[in-house]
């Protein structure tokens, strides 16, 4: 048995993602939206984390799929085939989500840790670590760099 070449993983990878979309959007496309318009959403997304900040809790897209009544494995994805107005309130919900925790982490309120590796499984974000330990950092399509503190706390 021949051993797949990255390149192979990568395009097996692209291909199982577009068939993941495709079924996703055929399951969709028969149930009509929950909210009548995006803007809609947007006001109950926008209540959501009201309310976080009210009680002082952390947003997450559990708590977010309970405010909102949109119950989906695949929520943001969902959005996303729902249409640009739609994709954009998703882009900004894990935006905001994210915001949130990295505040919380940089001052103290959140452990540091569990930071680094939400950050990480549910943000996309990539550790990059050099020889030099100040210079390690973790990056994102956000361009966000996050100070060598935290992102030491991965080895601890």
Known sequence: ???????????????YREKRKVALAKAIEGRPPKYSSAAAL????????????KKSEFPCVA??????????NSLF????I?????????RECKSRMFNW????????EMDKTIFI??????????NTRSENKTES??????????????ADMIDE
């Open 77 to 80: 994805d969902e959005m996303a």
């Open 137 to 150: 950092k973790i990056e994102a399509n956000l361009n966000v760099n996050v100070p060598p503190e935290l």
């Open 82 to 90: 729902r249409g640009a107005e739609y994709s954009e309130i998703a």
């Open 1 to 15: 048995m021949t051993k797949m070449t990255q390149g192979e993983k990568n395009a097996k990878q692209r291909v």
């Open 63 to 72: 708590g977010l799929q309970c405010s909102i009544g949109v119950y989906s």
């Open 101 to 108: 925790k990295f505040q919380s982490a940089s001052s103290g």
């Open 117 to 126: 590796f939400d950050s990480i499984n549910n943000h996309g974000m990539i």
């Open 42 to 53: 947007r006001q109950a997304v926008d209540n959501y984390f009201v309310e976080c900040e």
